[in-house]
């Protein structure tokens, strides 16, 4: 296996050096049994700068590369990303996000956007810019928490991919993401047990990006997003499969445009 990661990350850097655009493909497994549906995708890609796209060429961060990775494999046949803001040099790139933002920050987006659009799936990765000074969030999970079942309540049957935050170049900080980390696993462990429509993805397995994988000691380059987008495709992968979606509600005109 690591002789075949090697062999991977050789071609993508090779990709790089021949101005090849990389694309998710060229990370994520060919031979997995594929999960598809019926029901459309409105996706509301949920966070900070990550979400976003600071740190990638294009300003795409993950969503070109899923889009990409759920159209290719025919997960679903219709995939729409919503948001109040654009970002990204593709057409679908609708995001809400803001650079910056903490838990809460994040939370107060949510608040106005998810009962705008009505995503029948939201893609979270909240935390990061709470742990911009090191020591740790105490009440990470608990705002987290929060925050998804607020989700559940303005888009009801919608359905949550939370992500673990991705690690950090500066030590202090990525210990208070590993405690946010610590609290995120149990906060799904004990919402997933009374039945929540939630699946966790963890960005700092084995597909998950590296530190070396970052372009400023935060935000991932562009190989970082193909990974994020790989770990994202396998968490929808488990909704799919799973059989946790539900047709996306009517929602506001906008949604039809964006």
């Not at 919503?82 to 107060?108: H, P, Y």
Request: with cysteine; net charge neutral; charged share 15%.
């Amino acid at each position: 296996m690591s002789s075949l990661r090697s062999l991977i990350m050789v071609l993508a850097w090779f990709a790089l050096l021949l101005n090849v655009p990389v694309t998710a493909t060229l990370l994520q497994r060919q031979d997995a049994p594929i999960n598809t549906t019926t029901i459309p995708l409105r996706i509301m890609s949920l966070g900070a700068s990550v979400t976003f796209g600071v740190g990638s060429t294009t300003g795409n961060s993950y969503r070109k590369d899923l889009l990409d990775l759920l159209t290719s494999k025919k997960v679903s046949p219709t995939i729409q990303y919503v948001g109040d803001k654009k970002n990204g040099n593709f057409s679908n790139n609708a995001v809400e996000a803001t650079n910056g933002f903490t838990i809460s920050q994040i939370a107060g987006l949510a608040n106005t956007a998810v009962p705008e659009f009505l995503p029948n799936l939201v893609l979270l990765d909240a935390g990061t810019n709470n742990c911009n000074q090191g020591g740790t969030v105490p009440d990470a999970g608990q705002q987290v928490t929060n925050l998804i079942t607020k989700i559940y309540a303005q888009s009801p049957g919608s359905t949550v991919i939370l992500t673990s935050i991705l690690v950090n170049s500066k030590a202090d900080q990525d210990a208070c993401r590993v405690d946010e980390n610590r609290q995120y696993t149990e906060l799904v462990a004990t919402m997933q047990a009374a039945g929540a429509k939630l699946v966790y993805v963890d960005m700092r397995g084995p597909g998950g990006p590296l530190v070396g994988d970052l372009a400023d000691g935060r935000h991932p380059n562009d190989i970082g997003y193909v990974k994020m987008a790989n770990v994202w495709f396998g968490g929808i992968q488990e909704v799919v499969g799973k059989g946790l979606l539900v047709e996306p509600a009517v929602a506001a005109a906008k949604v039809s445009k964006a």
